[in-house]
Nanobody, 122 residues
């Protein structure tokens, strides 16, 4: 139901835009978020947005560099990543919460996309 795309290989300082397309049902009333995971480590919160797109929250490590947004008319979620660093390398997952607000906790998310690989070279 969630398809993430837009990952790839980018040099440090570069930009990528991730997209997450939802199908099968609408998520316009739910909070959404992005997480990332490196092999052998726990899934890490990146950014989240409430159902209206009014309130957003970012992990300290990406604040000021990444921007989360959504288009409820298209049932889509985005993550604009600028000034990227090698430590941003991970598989990025989009997810939908059980409620309308945003959350930093992975346990608050009910639906998950399959992930898209992002690699930042130094």
């Amino acid at each position: 139901q969630l398809q993430a795309s837009g990952g790839g290989l980018v040099q440090a300082g570069g930009s990528l835009r991730l997209s997450c397309a939802a199908s099968g049902r609408t998520f316009s009333n739910n909070g959404m978020g992005w997480f990332r995971q490196v092999p052998g480590e726990e899934r890490e919160f990146v950014a989240a947005i409430d159902w209206k797109g009014t309130n957003t929250y970012y992990a300290v490590s990406v604040r000021g560099r990444f921007t989360i947004s959504r288009d409820n008319a298209k049932n889509a979620l985005y993550l604009q990543m600028n000034s990227m660093k090698p430590e941003d390398t991970a598989v990025y997952f989009c997810a939908v919460t059980l409620g309308s607000s945003w959350s930093m906790q992975a346990g608050s998310y009910k639906y998950w996309g399959q992930g898209t690989q992002v690699t930042v070279s130094s």
